[in-house]
């Protein structure tokens, strides 16, 4: 399986030890799950966009009071 090495320093290590144990996880579990949590945000957060984008007007027309003014 793939994998990467990430270089941090002391403190930035020492923070991530803290937050995996809080997690009741080991260091390499809790910075896979982080980076695949962030990348699975950022594709919610592109068809969230995408879906605002395509359907705004009809927001706007089902809801004139909150409408941006012109």
Known sequence: MPALNIEYT??????????AAA???????YVHDLSVREQ??????????AFWN???????????EDAPAA
């Open 10 to 19: 002391e403190h930035e290590l020492a923070a991530i030890r803290e937050a």
């Open 54 to 64: 395509e359907h705004r007007e009809e927001f706007d027309r089902a809801f004139p």
């Open 40 to 49: 699975q945000r950022r594709v919610f957060v592109s068809h969230a966009v």
């Open 23 to 29: 997690d009741g996880k080991s260091v390499k579990a």
